[in-house]
């Protein structure tokens, strides 16, 4: 028997055309976007027939929480396991200056991969490198299972979890235009952040796509020299051609480019660098988001001090770029990067069946 579907990944049109008459479709996306349906069963005003049917050849849920933390400052952080079995990692994030000021806003970050092939040396996701790409349904469903797990309704959506969104590019790109359509979660796209590590060609091919969303680097070092250090990607694409792409994506979109800059005590906080990285800034018209390190078990990176990073930014801002200095949310539940996969991978209890209704304060697993 073929593989069943996942509806979630379907774009309208497509739905529409395995549908008769056509208009099920809409009546379809209505159960699943807005009422949330938990099983085609519960679409009620389908006739059992259709339901059946849809039973049969589609899987409705891509997703399944296994877990989720709550952090001290509201942050949420949700465990989802993958029908191969393959765990990721979604966070919830309530208003967070440096990403805007809004009180009300509810930031998802999802994931886009199975851990990661670019090995940033800071980064816990990246550890044991990448074992698959994520669908586009299973990049909507982390939305939409965060949306139904805690009633919160998802305003913006930043793709900076695990995995590098840019090389999962096709599951990425539907799963954007899906999330942003009016038939399914209507997010936005200025409300939609991509974030890359850096890869250049797919920087410009992004750039040619006809969505509004905005565009974050992962810069965490204004030199190659430093960022070499890091981030092996910078070997592939050495910041000449990064900052190409950039300047073609800012020049293409006529979109302002943000620099995600994590700042690693003695690695890249030193005063050289902010001078160097208030010039590209500048030269791109970019502005910084600095994001103390979040140390990770088992990696000798460390957070510079709170003044050491104040200076940073007053750096910045003296030399006339826009920065924010990130308020860290989320370290009490190992919220960097891949963190949670990998306590729960290595722990004993993983192999117990934790559910989502298991909203632990500060449990351990
Ligand atoms: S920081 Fe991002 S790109 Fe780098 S290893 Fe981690 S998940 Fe991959």
């Given at each position: 028997m073929a593989d069943k579907r996942?509806?979630?990944?379907?774009?309208r049109d497509e739905l529409a055309k395995l549908c008769?008459?056509?208009?099920r479709a809409d009546q379809i996306l209505q159960w699943v976007y807005?009422?949330?349906?938990?099983?085609?069963?519960?679409?009620?005003?389908?006739?059992a027939p259709v339901r059946e049917k849809l039973s049969a050849d589609f899987e409705l849920n891509a997703v399944q929480s296994v877990h989720t933390r709550h952090a001290t400052d509201t942050t949420e952080k949700f465990l989802f396991e993958l029908r191969d079995h393959a765990l990721i990692e979604t966070v919830l994030i309530p208003a967070t200056p440096g990403l805007t000021s809004q009180s009300d806003r509810h930031t998802v970050c999802v994931s886009?991969?199975?851990?990661?092939?670019?090995?940033?040396?800071?980064?816990?996701?990246?550890?044991?490198g990448v074992r698959r790409n994520l669908t586009a349904a299973e990049i909507v469903d982390q939305v939409l299972q965060v949306q139904k797990i805690t009633g919160e309704r998802v305003s913006n959506l930043v793709f900076?979890?695990?995995?590098?969104p840019l090389a999962n590019y096709e599951n990425v790109l539907r799963s954007l235009r899906i999330l942003n359509a009016p038939w399914a979660l209507g997010i936005g796209a200025r409300k939609i952040t991509v974030s890359t590590v850096g890869l250049a060609p797919r920087i410009r091919q992004l750039a040619d796509e006809p969505m509004q969303i905005r565009l974050a680097i992962?810069?965490?070092?204004?030199t190659d020299a430093v960022r070499s250090q890091i981030m092996p990607v910078s070997k592939k694409h050495p910041l000449t051609e990064l900052l190409e792409a950039c300047d073609y994506y800012v020049n293409t979109r006529h979109r302002m480019l943000t620099f995600e800059y994590i700042l690693i005590e003695n690695v890249n906080d030193m005063l050289d660098q902010a001078y160097k990285l208030a010039s590209l800034a500048r030269q791109l018209h970019a502005k910084v988001n600095l994001i103390p390190y979040n140390p990770v078990e088992g990696l000798p990176w460390k957070r510079p001090d709170r003044e050491r990073c104040k200076m940073f930014q007053h750096t910045l801002k003296t030399a006339g770029v826009t920065a924010t200095l990130r308020t860290e949310k989320g370290t009490d539940i190992a919220a960097a990067c891949g963190q949670l996969r990998l306590q729960r991978e290595k722990?004993?209890?993983?192999k117990l069946p934790i559910t989502g209704s298991d909203l632990a304060g500060d449990g351990d697993f």
């Amino acid at each position: 028997m073929a593989d069943k579907r996942d509806i979630k990944g379907l774009y309208r049109d497509e739905l529409a055309k395995l549908c008769e008459p056509a208009y099920r479709a809409d009546q379809i996306l209505q159960w699943v976007y807005e009422k949330q349906a938990d099983s085609f069963a519960a679409m009620t005003n389908l006739p059992a027939p259709v339901r059946e049917k849809l039973s049969a050849d589609f899987e409705l849920n891509a997703v399944q929480s296994v877990h989720t933390r709550h952090a001290t400052d509201t942050t949420e952080k949700f465990l989802f396991e993958l029908r191969d079995h393959a765990l990721i990692e979604t966070v919830l994030i309530p208003a967070t200056p440096g990403l805007t000021s809004q009180s009300d806003r509810h930031t998802v970050c999802v994931s886009t991969q199975v851990g990661c092939a670019y090995g940033c040396r800071f980064c816990a996701s990246g550890l044991d490198g990448v074992r698959r790409n994520l669908t586009a349904a299973e990049i909507v469903d982390q939305v939409l299972q965060v949306q139904k797990i805690t009633g919160e309704r998802v305003s913006n959506l930043v793709f900076m979890g695990m995995g590098e969104p840019l090389a999962n590019y096709e599951n990425v790109l539907r799963s954007l235009r899906i999330l942003n359509a009016p038939w399914a979660l209507g997010i936005g796209a200025r409300k939609i952040t991509v974030s890359t590590v850096g890869l250049a060609p797919r920087i410009r091919q992004l750039a040619d796509e006809p969505m509004q969303i905005r565009l974050a680097i992962s810069l965490h070092g204004a030199t190659d020299a430093v960022r070499s250090q890091i981030m092996p990607v910078s070997k592939k694409h050495p910041l000449t051609e990064l900052l190409e792409a950039c300047d073609y994506y800012v020049n293409t979109r006529h979109r302002m480019l943000t620099f995600e800059y994590i700042l690693i005590e003695n690695v890249n906080d030193m005063l050289d660098q902010a001078y160097k990285l208030a010039s590209l800034a500048r030269q791109l018209h970019a502005k910084v988001n600095l994001i103390p390190y979040n140390p990770v078990e088992g990696l000798p990176w460390k957070r510079p001090d709170r003044e050491r990073c104040k200076m940073f930014q007053h750096t910045l801002k003296t030399a006339g770029v826009t920065a924010t200095l990130r308020t860290e949310k989320g370290t009490d539940i190992a919220a960097a990067c891949g963190q949670l996969r990998l306590q729960r991978e290595k722990s004993p209890a993983s192999k117990l069946p934790i559910t989502g209704s298991d909203l632990a304060g500060d449990g351990d697993f």
